[in-house]
């Protein structure tokens, strides 16, 4: 198999992205969890873990908690967004999503990590940890830190943009005798590599969300419930029917929820175009890339691209596309010709 042409462009801003996205944020992870270490001996046993509303603590957990809590989220946050970047650009490919989810990464685990730390530094000294000051000034350092790292993220990367976004093949003509019905039906399903990542962070959420629980945090419900979003995402978005017939073009999920349809009275356009997810959409799923487009995007490949009457575009991955997108072309057209 021979190996996609992949530019300097492509291959500078895939370096960047790594480093913003995974290199710096293992380092701030590392030196977070080294302060904490050192300063370990200077706070109470028994620290605050959780401020509420008023900005008072009201959960405590055991000191060892927190840089335990900053080395799994620093971790796995770098090891989802590098997860990323690591398998972006292979197909020579790039553009402004992955750069802004290269900066979100940063800022992320900037924050996390700047408000973990500053809140155990805050509590050294202590003698009960009841008695820790407000999260407000851990929450604004956190919240600088983590714009700054994100800007300084985005401005690091290059602006690169090399897309696929553009039609693979010619739209085969589909000829329909008056009153012929016809019905193009696939199945798309979620590539391998993307089940793999989801179910990844599924389970990055359940750990959490136990640790937090034995570890007696609030936070624990948080997680819990995100591995719930992330497990009902599994179950919804991973396989789809995708038909075109008289009702126009429809995506199914095998769950039959949720359902996405672009009827034939509502086609400007039907075309083929091939996608790559990372590049264009920042990930697979359901996906609004930041040119408006939005997409069912399970896999890098062909796909259906339908421009709407009102100018808004709708996505579908899918193999056969041209088949699919001529009998939709040719359908709409019948249909437009039979309006009085």
């Given at each position: 198999m021979t190996r996609p042409n992949v530019s300097e462009p492509v291959r500078r801003a895939r370096r960047a992205y790594l480093v913003v996205a995974l290199w710096v944020p293992l380092a701030l992870t590392a030196v977070a969890v080294a302060l904490m270490l050192i300063w370990l001996p200077e706070v109470p046993s028994t620290i605050a873990v959780h401020w509420g509303g008023d900005g008072q603590p009201d959960g405590f957990g055991p000191a060892w908690s927190a840089p335990?809590?900053?080395a799994a989220v620093g971790c796995g946050l770098a090891a989802l967004f590098g997860a990323i970047g690591w398998g972006a650009g292979r197909a020579g490919e790039w553009g402004p999503t992955l750069r802004f989810l290269g900066a979100l990464g940063c800022g992320t685990t900037a924050f996390l990590l700047v408000l973990v730390t500053a809140s155990f530094a805050a509590q050294r000294g202590l003698a009960d940890a009841a008695g820790a000051a407000s999260i407000g000034l851990p929450l604004l350092l956190g919240l600088g830190a983590g714009a700054a790292a994100g800007v300084v993220a985005w401005f690091a990367q290059p602006a690169v943009s090399v897309s696929g976004c553009s039609p693979t093949a010619a739209v085969p003509d589909v000829a329909l005798a008056e009153g012929e019905h016809a019905a193009w039906l696939r199945t798309t399903t979620m590539s391998r590599p993307a089940m793999v990542a989801i179910l990844g962070v599924t389970l990055l959420m359940a750990a959490l969300a136990v640790a937090a629980g034995v570890l007696g945090g609030a936070l624990?419900?948080?997680f819990a419930l995100l591995a719930l979003l992330f497990t009902v995402l599994t179950a919804t978005s991973c396989v789809f029917r995708v038909s075109v017939s008289d009702a126009g073009l429809r995506v199914r999920s095998v769950a039959g929820l949720p359902r996405f349809g672009v009827p034939l009275a509502d086609v400007q356009s039907a075309t083929v175009v091939r996608v790559d997810p990372t590049a264009e959409f920042g990930g697979w799923g359901f996906r609004l890339g930041l040119d408006g487009r939005?997409?069912?995007?399970?896999?890098?490949?062909?796909?259906?691209?339908?421009?709407?009457?009102h100018g808004r575009t709708f996505v579908v991955t899918v193999d056969d596309a041209a088949t699919g997108a001529g009998l939709l072309t040719a359908l709409a057209a019948r249909s437009r010709a039979a309006r009085p």
């Open positions: 335990l809590m900053a624990g419900w948080l939005f997409g069912i995007v399970l896999h890098a490949g062909e796909a259906i691209q339908v421009v709407r009457r």
